[in-house]
């Protein structure tokens, strides 16, 4: 079984950055992908950025070159910080982790294990 646990949400105005933090625990080896999905109010949630135990990496494109994920020398650890923050980027932002390589296909259905979301509010 695999806990997802995030952190570092917040409020801040446009241009701002923020830096979230999400903690795997239980059985890291069944995680082969890790990534951040977001949910606006209204919305459905969509892909942020994911990254695989190689350490491929894919972006949304609404997020490229602003937002950089990565994993700490501590592999239960995923961060994504964030900068050149935009009002559309508020959102309830969740750590998922998937079991094999169908995490590329960048859907929320391909993703097992869900934490609990950390909000982020971008004021203009």
């Known amino acids: 079984q ?3 646990v995030e952190s570092g949400g917040g409020s801040v105005q446009a241009g701002g950055s923020l830096r979230l933090s999400c903690v795997v625990f239980g059985d890291i080896d069944r995680a082969y992908c890790l990534g951040w999905f977001r949910q606006a109010p209204g919305k459905e949630r ?3 950025a994911i990254t695989d135990t190689d350490g491929t990496t894919i972006y949304a494109d609404s997020v490229k070159g602003r937002f950089t994920i990565s ?3 501590a592999k239960n650890t995923l961060y994504l910080q964030m900068n050149s923050l935009k ?3 508020t959102a309830m932002y969740y750590c998922a982790a998937s079991r094999g390589a169908n995490c590329y296909l960048f859907r929320p259905d391909a993703m097992h294990y869900w934490g609990k979301g950390t909000l982020v509010t971008i004021s203009s």
Do not use: K
Request: charged fraction near 35%; charge should be negative.
């Open 46 to 48: 969509e892909g942020v």
């Open 71 to 73: 994993r700490g020398n």
């Open 2 to 4: 695999v806990q997802l």
């Open 87 to 89: 009002p559309e980027d």
